[in-house]
């Protein structure tokens, strides 16, 4: 039951995730400070929320995991660093693919470097889901940008898996904690190169842009995050990988009904692939570990 709940989460915040793109087509500002002001407001709102529940962080496990913390929440800036510098240099399509790759790459690592032992069944699903993320992205049709922004986007995935690994390992530092400090470190890595980006700027949105980031700092970051980085703690990799591709798949499908942007027959093909893939392999059955042999009488 803890486990379905915990699925449900994972999925709830990679919905939203897939719907930010849909509302910062409305955020008058740069890319950069919204993801700074979304680390800063998702951290404050996870600190304020502890406290109107009337607990503290739990100031020894954070000690014991400082290290490990500060490497995930500055990986988890330089993922969007590297992921927004991807965009400027090739196309979202080629961007996001390239960031894409890291679910696939933690399943191919994760028997080494995480002990985890992997589910064989499910493996030709994940990589039916990444033939059907090819197919949304659009990369055959239009091509497939200039080295430098796959280089870019391919650094973003290296600190998305970075980021994953990690929070395997922090499964002793509560979820709320972990949260509130990987966004609040996120942000901090985030402010030099928003500085350097737009020296002396001055943030001017209008009042819908205003409640847009607000809401992106509360709803797809504070509570999403908690969600999100439940699921990739607790989850198997294989599970982590492939319900993580319904997130470019619904800001597909947001984009097409809601922006009325076109989309390709390629496209739809691969958004139904990423979501009968998701379906097929989460409805299998969970494997148990064999019984010991009875003893001889």
């Not at 994953?164 to 390992?169: D, F, L, T, Y």
Request: charged share 10%.
């Amino acid at each position: 039951m803890k486990s379905a709940a915990e699925r449900m989460k994972y999925v709830i915040a990679v919905i939203l995730y897939g719907t930010v793109g849909m509302f910062l087509r409305h955020v008058q500002a740069p890319s950069e400070l919204v993801a700074l002001f979304r680390g800063v407001i998702g951290a404050l709102f996870i600190f304020l929320y502890q406290r109107f529940r009337g607990q503290k962080p739990d100031r020894e496990a954070i000690r014991k995991a400082l290290p490990m913390l500060i490497l995930s929440g500055v990986s988890l800036g330089l993922n969007w660093i590297f992921l927004f510098a991807a965009y400027m240099q090739t196309s979202v399509a080629v961007a996001s693919l390239c960031n894409y790759l890291a679910p696939a790459v933690v399943i191919l690592i994760a028997p080494a470097v995480l002990r985890e032992r992997l589910d064989l069944r499910k493996i030709p699903f994940v990589l039916l889901a990444l033939a059907g993320i090819v197919l949304v992205s659009g990369v055959l049709e239009h091509g497939g940008g200039n080295p430098a922004g796959v280089l870019l986007g391919l650094a973003a995935a290296f600190f998305f898996v970075v980021l994953v690994i990690c929070n395997r390992r922090l499964g002793a530092v509560p979820a709320l904690d972990r949260s509130m400090l990987q966004l609040a470190i996120c942000a901090a890595t985030i402010l030099p190169y928003t500085l350097i980006r737009h020296p002396g700027a001055v943030l001017e949105p209008d009042l819908l842009s205003w409640g847009i980031i607000l809401m992106l700092g509360v709803l797809h970051t504070g509570i999403a995050y908690i969600f999100y980085f439940r699921g990739m703690n607790s989850l198997p990799v294989q599970t982590f990988a492939i319900l993580g591709y319904l997130e470019p798949v619904v800001s597909v499908l947001c984009s097409v009904l809601f922006l009325q942007e076109p989309l390709s027959l390629p496209g739809w093909i691969g958004a139904v692939l990423v979501l009968a893939s998701t379906a097929i392999s989460e409805s299998l059955p969970e494997k148990t570990a064999p019984s010991p042999p009875k003893a001889s009488s």
